[in-house]
């Protein structure tokens, strides 16, 4: 089978050698394994051997980074490291990794991301760092592209459609996408075909509270059953779960607007209302705002009800 296609996003980057180190902010924020994957799926193609590393804050901590990233291997041209979330990072840890580029190890390349905007875009200005901050629409699209790609690789078609809203019901993240496909497809079994009912059996079904019946009472500006499911799902819910949640209200608007379903439509006023708050929800939770994702949601929710 012919290799997927380079996300648009990273194909300026892809078509020359790694570089020092990438930097994924904004919406672009959970593409940061995906840019690894790739960088890992063209080095094999050109039968290049390369090394490829995950680090956690604890293996920041532990070990000497500089001193791990400037010790080239014996066996490997490439060595890329993918880093945890710069905002999560201790400020020395920042900084080392700014002094580090000042004069990078030629055979390394660091893989960064960053939740919290205003932080992150401060730090694109660092030397040897090439950084991007894409529009949500082109980040859901990168990871729809990634998925059906998999699905073609395991023998089953996944259409363009679905794919697109596993990549907004996992919130945007390469890494809960690269979880849930592996389910969604054996889910699907050898039917051939995946289609987004399995999606929402395998990746919705597992909590208490079904996130696009949420949507429903929202759009319907029913508040007392808004809010009771949303204080159930906070109850149980992690703070990506609140990134799923958005994408989830997104999906259901977008299917309104297109006349599917059987909730009836939504007016235009009402639909730019709810996308101008998903989107103010979208980038407190990814920095604007010190609040956990749980109060930033009640809050926006609370709006969008009175």
Not at 91 to 114: N, V
Not at 213 to 240: G, H, I, Y
Not at 248 to 277: C, D, M, N, Y
Request: aromatic share 8%.
């Amino acid at each position: 089978m012919k290799p997927a296609d380079p996300p648009p996003i990273f194909r300026e980057w892809l078509s020359g050698d790694p570089a020092p180190a990438y930097l994924l902010y904004g919406d672009g924020a959970g593409l940061a394994g995906l840019l690894a994957r790739s960088w890992e799926r063209k080095l094999r193609g050109g039968g290049v051997p390369f090394e490829s590393f995950r680090w956690t804050l604890e293996d920041l901590a532990r070990d000497s980074p500089t001193a791990a990233w400037r010790s080239p291997s014996f066996f490997s041209r490439v060595r890329i490291f993918t880093l945890p979330d710069i905002a999560e990072m201790k400020k020395a840890h920042r900084e080392e990794i700014k002094a580090y580029l000042e004069s990078p190890e030629p055979s390394a390349t660091l893989i960064l991301h960053g939740t919290d905007f205003r932080q992150a875009r401060g730090f694109s200005g660092t030397r040897n760092l090439l950084s991007v901050a894409p529009r949500e629409e082109k980040a859901v699209e990168a990871l729809a592209r990634h998925a059906v790609a998999v699905a073609a690789g395991a023998g089953a078609k996944l259409t363009r459609e679905s794919a697109l809203f596993l990549a907004r019901w996992v919130g945007g993240s390469f890494d809960a996408l690269d979880a849930e496909i592996g389910k969604v497809l054996a889910f699907a079994g050898g039917r051939g075909e995946v289609v987004e009912e399995d999606i929402r059996a395998v990746c919705v079904a597992r909590g208490d509270v079904d996130p696009f019946r949420l949507a429903e009472t929202l759009v319907r500006k029913d508040a007392k059953a808004c809010l009771s499911l949303f204080r159930r799902f906070a109850a149980a819910a992690d703070p990506d779960d609140y990134h799923k949640l958005n994408g989830a209200v997104a999906w259901f608007l977008r299917s309104r607007i297109q006349g599917k379903g059987s909730a009836g439509g939504v007016t235009p006023r009402r639909a730019a209302e709810i996308f101008r708050t998903l989107s103010r929800i979208d980038r407190e939770m990814k920095g604007e705002s010190r609040l956990s994702p749980g109060q930033v949601y009640e809050i926006r929710l609370l709006s969008l009800l009175s």
